[in-house]
C-alpha cells in the first residue's frame, strides 16, 4: 500500500477504525440501531443517559417545539429525544387497516392528516471520527469497541473538537471548560453491559449489539416496512461508504435527516486535509518568496 | 399556559402559527429565513426552500472567543512575516528595520500565545498541546511549530535589542524566519479544518488571504517602527501582502456559492470584510506614493496596514460563526449535492 492510499484509508473510506487505532485483538465493532419507527417519545434514553453517566443539570426550558424541551445534543444532552409534527399521513396508509405485524406507529383510525415523528439522536461514533482526528491533546480516542470516547483528565478546553463534528454532538461544558459527548457508556461496555439508555428504552427503538449485526437487522426492518407501505422508511449512516465511513451508531428515519436536524450528507472534515496542507504549504512559499522578493527588487533609498 | 379555551363551538383564542409542521412535506420554510424576511429584506428571487429542526443549527459553533482567536491569527500572521521580514533586513544591512521587526515579532507572538491559553477551558492544562504530535490536528502541528518559533523569536528579539549573543541570535533569527511562514499560514489550514461549511469550503483561497494579510501587517509595522530610509521592502511586501489578499479574496468570494458565500460580502462580517479592504488599499497605495517621503504619511500607512488586516480576520471570524449558526449553510449544499448525485445515477 503506497502512502498516499494508507493516509485516504484513514481519512475515508469503509475501514476497522479499532485496528486502525492500534488494537490487534480486539472485541467486534459495537454500535447503535435506532429504529424511530417504534420510538414513542417516553425519553426513558435521555434520563438513563443523565443518571448513569452523572450528566449535569443543562437549564429547564419551554421551547415550544411539540414535546421537546431538550433542543439538541451538547456537552450536558447526549441523548436528545426530537419530537416532529406533520400534516402529513404515514405514507401509504389506509385509514382502518392496522398494521400490527410490523408494529408501526399507530394512527388515527378515523384518518387523522397528523404524524408525529419521534426520534431519539445520539453521538454517532463515526468510522472517521472529525472529533477525533483534530485533537490535538490525545484527550479524544478510539476504544477497543471501534467507539469515540473522551478522556477528562487529559482534555484542556481548546474546543477543536466542537466546530469539526458535522453532526453538532460534542460542546463544551460551561462550568468546566473541557468537552463532553456519549461514551457509549464505555465503562458498561467493558463489563459487558449495554448502555444505559438501550437498556431503558421500553420499544428497542434503541438496539445495541456488533454493528454488523446491527446493519443486517435494519436492513430487514426497512424491507418489512416498505412492503407495509411505509415507503417512507429510510436508513440513515449504515453505509459504510459515506462521507464518514458509516456511523457507529446509524437510524431508520421516517422523513428526510434533515427534517431531524441531522445533516444529509456528512463528509468528516479530514477527508480534505492532505489538500489544506498542499495549500498551505504553497502558500507560505509564495509569503516567503513575496517578502524576500520585496528586499531584491529594489535600491537601498 | 395555554392561552386558548375548548367551547361548544371549538376552539377560542388559538395562537395562531403554532402548528409545528416540519419538513419538505409540509412545504415548511426554515425560522430563521422566515424572521429574516419580517425583518423587511425581499427577495427578487423564489427561495429555495429546505427543512430543518425548528430552524435550529445542525452544528455546535466553535466556542472559540474572537478577541483571543481571532486576534491569534493576526498576530500570529504579523509575527511571522515580521521574522522573514527581520532576518531579510538583517541581512541586507538594515538594521533598522531589523530591529523592528524582530521586537515586533516576538511582541505579538507572546500576545497571541496568551490569547491561545487564555482562551482554553483548562488553561492550567495548556502543556497538554505538547502531549502527542498529530498531523491530522493543525492545532497539534501549529503547538510544535510554536514551541519552536516562540523561542527562537524572543532570542532574535533579544540579540537585536541588546546587540549581544550575536552568532546565537543569527541563528535564531534564521529559525525564525523558517518557521514565520508556517506560523502565518497554518492557521488557516487549522480554521478550515472544520464542518464550518462557510471556513470548510474555502480551505483553498484562506491560506492565501491569510498569508497576504500578515505580510501586508507586517510591511505597515516595518512603515510604523523603522527609519523611512529603511522602510522600502517592508512597503513593497505590504503591497504585495494587499495585491495577494484582496486577490484571494476575490477568488474565493466568487467560487463559493450562496449561501456559503453570504458572510464574505453581507451582514457584519461582510461590511467588515469591505472596511478592512478599503483601509489595506488605502495603506498600500498611501505608503508606495508618499510613504519614502513622510514620516507621518509613512505612520498613517502603517496604522492603516495593521488595522486592515486585524479587521480582516475578525470578519472572517465572524463568517464562520454566522455559517455555523444556519442550518441552511449545512443542509443545502449537501442536499444539492445528494440530488445531483442520484441525477447523474
Known amino acids: ?301 | 399556559m395555554s392561552t386558548s379555551d375548548v367551547t361548544k363551538d371549538g376552539l377560542q383564542g388559538v395562537r395562531p402559527g403554532r402548528d409545528a409542521m416540519i419538513g419538505v412535506a409540509a412545504g415548511r420554510e426554515n425560522g430563521a429565513r422566515a424572521s429574516r424576511r419580517r425583518g423587511g429584506e425581499r427577495s427578487m428571487v423564489p427561495e429555495a426552500k429546505f427543512s430543518s429542526y425548528y430552524g435550529k443549527p445542525v452544528l455546535n459553533a466553535p466556542v472559540w472567543k474572537a478577541p483571543d482567536i481571532a486576534g491569534y491569527f493576526f498576530l500570529g500572521g504579523l509575527s511571522g512575516a515580521a521574522s522573514v521580514l527581520g532576518a531579510c533586513a538583517s541581512a541586507t544591512g538594515r538594521p533598522g528595520l531589523a530591529k523592528a521587526s524582530k521586537v515586533g515579532a516576538f511582541v505579538s507572538i507572546s500576545l497571541g500565545m496568551v490569547g491561545l491559553v487564555h482562551d482554553l477551558g483548562k488553561p492550567s492544562r495548556f502543556v497538554n498541546m505538547l502531549r502527542v504530535f498529530k498531523p491530522t490536528s493543525p492545532m497539534s502541528v501549529g503547538s510544535w511549530a510554536l514551541a519552536a518559533y516562540g523561542p527562537a523569536a524572543g532570542t532574535a528579539a533579544f540579540s537585536a535589542v541588546t546587540g549581544r549573543m550575536k552568532g546565537l541570535g543569527a541563528l535564531a533569527t534564521g529559525t525564525a524566519a523558517a518557521f514565520g511562514p508556517f506560523i502565518a499560514s497554518y492557521t488557516a489550514a487549522l480554521m478550515c479544518d472544520t464542518a464550518v461549511p462557510s471556513w470548510h469550503e474555502a480551505y483553498r483561497e484562506m491560506p492565501f488571504v491569510f498569508v497576504g494579510s500578515a505580510a501586508t501587517a507586517a510591511g505597515g509595522l516595518g512603515m510604523l517602527a523603522a527609519p523611512i530610509d529603511e522602510a522600502g521592502p517592508a512597503r513593497r511586501a505590504a503591497a504585495f501582502g494587499a495585491a495577494l489578499e484582496f486577490a484571494a479574496a476575490q477568488s474565493l468570494t466568487g467560487r463559493l456559492d450562496e449561501p456559503l458565500s453570504d458572510p464574505y460580502h453581507k451582514g457584519t462580517s461582510g461590511q467588515r470584510l469591505k472596511i478592512s479592504e478599503a483601509l489595506t488599499a488605502f495603506g498600500a497605495v498611501g505608503s508606495m506614493l508618499l510613504g519614502r517621503r513622510s514620516r507621518a504619511a509613512a505612520v498613517v500607512s502603517g496604522l492603516a496596514l495593521l488595522a486592515g488586516s486585524a479587521l480582516s480576520r475578525f470578519a472572517i471570524f465572524e463568517a464562520g460563526m454566522l455559517s455555523a449558526n444556519d442550518p441552511e449553510h449545512t443542509v443545502r449544499p449537501q442536499r444539492e449535492r445528494l440530488n445531483r448525485n442520484s441525477a447523474n445515477g
Not at chain 1, 425519553?43 to 421537546?68: I, Q, R
Request: with cysteine; aromatic share 8%; proline share 6%.
Open chain 1, 1 to 301: 500500500m503506497s502512502s498516499d492510499n494508507l493516509l485516504s484509508s484513514l481519512l475515508a473510506g469503509d475501514t476497522d477504525p479499532a485496528a486502525n487505532g492500534g488494537f490487534t485483538d480486539h472485541p467486534p465493532r459495537m454500535g447503535f440501531f435506532t429504529d424511530t419507527s417504534v420510538c414513542i417519545g417516553c425519553k426513558a434514553c435521555e434520563v438513563a443517559c443523565k443518571e448513569w453517566n452523572h450528566v449535569p443539570e443543562d437549564g429547564l426550558n419551554f421551547t415550544g417545539m411539540s414535546y421537546d424541551n431538550t433542543i439538541g445534543l451538547g456537552a450536558d444532552t447526549w441523548r436528545h429525544v426530537a419530537f416532529i409534527e406533520q400534516r402529513k399521513p404515514i405514507a401509504g396508509q389506509i385509514a382502518g387497516v392496522q398494521h400490527a405485524d410490523v408494529g408501526s406507529p399507530a394512527v388515527d383510525a378515523a384518518g387523522s392528516d397528523l404524524r408525529w415523528l419521534m426520534a431519539s439522536d445520539v453521538c454517532k461514533h463515526c468510522t472517521h471520527a472529525a472529533c477525533l482526528d483534530v485533537c490535538p491533546t490525545g484527550s479524544l480516542f478510539r476504544t477497543e469497541f471501534g467507539t469515540v470516547v473522551v478522556q477528562e483528565d487529559i482534555c484542556n478546553g481548546c474546543g477543536y473538537c466542537i466546530p469539526a463534528c458535522p453532526y453538532g454532538v460534542i460542546d463544551q461544558r460551561e462550568d468546566d471548560g473541557r468537552a463532553w459527548k456519549c461514551t457509549l457508556c464505555y465503562d458498561r461496555l467493558e463489563v459487558g453491559l449495554e448502555p444505559a439508555c438501550a437498556k431503558a428504552c421500553p420499544t428497542d427503538s434503541i438496539q445495541f449489539g456488533p454493528l454488523d449485526e446491527l446493519r443486517e437487522r435494519a436492513a430487514q426492518r426497512v424491507e418489512k416496512l416498505h412492503e407495509a407501505g411505509v415507503t417512507d422508511a429510510r436508513l440513515y449512516g449504515h453505509d459504510p461508504n459515506d462521507g464518514v465511513g458509516g456511523d457507529g451508531a446509524f437510524f431508520l428515519l421516517l422523513d428526510e435527516p434533515e427534517v431531524y436536524g441531522l445533516p444529509p450528507d456528512p463528509v468528516v472534515t479530514t477527508r480534505d486535509l492532505p489538500s489544506m496542507w498542499k495549500h498551505v504549504g504553497v502558500a507560505a512559499l509564495t509569503m516567503a518568496v513575496g517578502v524576500v522578493a520585496a528586499f531584491a527588487g529594489g535600491r537601498r533609498s
